[in-house]
């Protein structure tokens, strides 16, 4: 069988995630893994080029990972017709020139989300790569947490009967940066930099709820502020002017609402940094980033209320765990996998640019509806859809 080598291009990988979960979990495992294997039974093998602005960083992050090639001129990366696919773990702000410019130099490009800081810009994106046929996608990572997993699992085999509602929690102590060093970019929380809880999680709680729940209809949002005084990474104090949490609830379709709390200035008392609950007719469910528990219909306990007297009942105890039958790769591998098949046999992809785009409409539109104190509508979106309709609006509230 044939090994089919495959250079990657990839952009803004000396930040945590772009090291940890895309070049170390990701394209260096799947190298060292010997490559992806396609049904006839080819490989195919990574050969990552890693680009930035510092050299210094970029040689240090190339030595630790065996990896051959880097550099600091990303337009001889784009010249270099064996490099065939570029991603992009950088800055939201930069993300649609440089995919633009990948299009334009015949690479396929697969990139972090939010694809763009305004609908206008994501949708021209996706549009420019249908037009020059390049193949492209989007980091859409949640979707293969095992937790979620399991939730879309019991969804499909009926588990839910009617299912009523979604609730999620998501979020932790973001550390100002003075006392303890904070562990988030300092740009996150300048909305000018193209920052703020809203665009960022959003994006990902549109394809959640899409593809684990049911499609969203409309949506309220409310914003915050809640820590205006940061310091950042070199203990310099600035003004924070992005939003740091989101109050958000959705319409689905089928008349599920869901109710998700988004926040970077709560601390954790559940069992995980994120956590959903979903109740129906037949059965709820309650999930974290790895496990689920479920609670069926006929298990159900009767509680009373009863506020004069202590409670002795253990209401975690009537929940059940949902088995672990098969194996849970890394999300953010197991995406890779998928798109080096999708570039290279054309596999089945569904996470496209303009899945990517969604979810910037969404978190427009949450920023609308938090401007306006209104319930907004989600209208559907295609690549000949009227960008501005959900029109660009500045971040800052």
Not at 98 to 123: F, M, N, Q, S
Not at 148 to 160: E, I, P
Not at 166 to 182: A, C, D, H, S
Not at 197 to 226: N, Q
Request: with cysteine; net charge neutral.
């Amino acid at each position: 069988m044939a090994t089919r080598r495959i250079g990657v291009i990839m952009h803004g990988v000396t930040g945590r995630m772009g090291t940890n979960q895309h070049l170390v979990r990701s394209i260096c495992a799947i190298r060292d893994d010997g490559g992806v294997t396609l049904e006839n039974g080819d490989r195919i093998l990574p050969d990552p080029i890693l680009v930035g602005r510092n050299a210094e960083k970029l040689e240090a992050l190339a030595k630790r990972n065996q990896v051959a090639r880097w550099t600091t001129d990303l337009e001889a990366a784009f010249a270099d017709a064996n490099d065939e696919i570029f991603f992009d773990a950088g800055t939201t702000q930069m993300r649609p020139a440089l995919v633009r410019r990948a299009i334009e130099a015949g690479k396929h490009v697969y990139c972090e989300k939010p694809t763009a800081t305004a609908l206008t810009d994501a949708l021209a994106i996706a549009r420019l790569a249908q037009e020059r046929g390049v193949k492209n996608g989007v980091v859409q990572d949640k979707l293969f947490l095992p937790g979620l997993l399991k939730l879309r699992m019991l969804r499909d085999s009926g588990f839910f009967g009617r299912m009523l509602s979604v609730r999620g929690e998501f979020g932790y102590w973001v550390f100002e940066g003075n006392l303890q060093p904070t562990q988030r970019p300092s740009w996150n929380y300048r909305a000018e930099d193209g920052g703020g809880i809203i665009l960022d999680m959003l994006c990902h709680w549109r394809y959640v709820l899409d593809h684990v729940f049911a499609p969203v209809e409309s949506l309220s949002c409310l914003g915050a502020k809640h820590v205006t005084e940061r310091w950042d990474e070199t203990r310099r104090p600035y003004e924070a002017t992005a939003d740091d949490a989101a109050y958000a609830t959705f319409q689905l379709e089928g008349g599920v609402v869901a109710q998700i709390n988004s926040s970077w200035q709560t601390r954790v008392y559940r069992d995980d940094l994120v956590v959903f609950q979903v109740d129906g007719t037949h059965g709820s469910a309650v999930a974290g980033l790895q496990s689920c528990k479920i609670q069926p219909r006929m298990a159900t306990p009767r509680p009373v209320w009863n506020p004069d007297e202590k409670r002795t009942e253990d209401f975690r105890a009537g929940w059940q765990e949902v088995p672990d039958t098969e194996p849970y790769p890394n999300g953010f591998r197991r995406q890779w996998e998928m798109f080096l098949r999708h570039v290279v046999a054309d596999a089945p992809w569904s996470h496209t640019l303009l899945e990517g785009a969604k979810g910037v409409q969404l978190a427009e539109l949450a920023i609308q509806s938090w401007k306006a104190r209104a319930w907004v509508d989600v209208p559907s979106l295609s690549l000949t859809s009227e960008g501005p309709r959900a029109k660009k609006v500045a971040h800052a509230v």
